[in-house]
C-alpha cells in the first residue's frame, strides 16, 4: 500500500523537492533549540513581518550562523568547547544546533539581532500580486 501525501495529487504538479525537503525537516526535528515564530504588523501597514526567536542562551555570535540556502533559512550554533573544567553539575551542555525553516516563494530575510540570549530574525512577506496571464492556443491540423 503506498502512501499518499499532500503533493501526491495529480493536480499539484512540480513539488516534488519540496515534499523531499519537508519531510527531511520532520525527520531531523529533536525539538533544540526552542522558537518562536510570531506575526508582526510592518510599519507601512501592507507588508506582514514574520518573527523567528531563538533561544540561544550561552551562545556567542560568532558561534551563530545564519544564511539562506535556495529557499530554506537555516541557523546553526556550534559552541567551542573551553578548557578544562571540573564540573560538579553539567546542566547546561555546550550542544550544536540547526534549524531550518522553508521560506515562501518571494520572503526576504531581514535584520537577525542577539539580544539577551535569543537570537530573533526578521522575515518580510511581499504583497501578494495576482497575476494573471493569458495562454495563446494553437491550432493544427
Known sequence: MSRMTPFGSP?????????KTLERMIKGNDGYPPYNI????????????????????????????VTTVENQLIIRGRQQEQEK?????????ARQFQRVFVLAEGMKVG????????????????EISHM??????SVSQ
Open 11 to 19: 493536480v499539484v504538479l512540480g513539488f516534488d523537492a519540496i515534499e
Open 38 to 65: 510570531e506575526r508582526l504588523h510592518g510599519e507601512d501597514g501592507k507588508h506582514d513581518v514574520l518573527r523567528i526567536t531563538i533561544a540561544v542562551a550561552g551562545f556567542s555570535e560568532e558561534e551563530l550562523d
Open 111 to 126: 535584520e537577525a539581532r542577539l539580544r539577551n540570549g535569543l537570537l530573533s530574525i526578521d522575515l518580510v512577506r511581499p
Open 132 to 137: 494573471v496571464k493569458k495562454i495563446n492556443i
Open 85 to 93: 573544567r571540573d564540573f560538579l553539575h553539567r546542566g547546561i551542555a
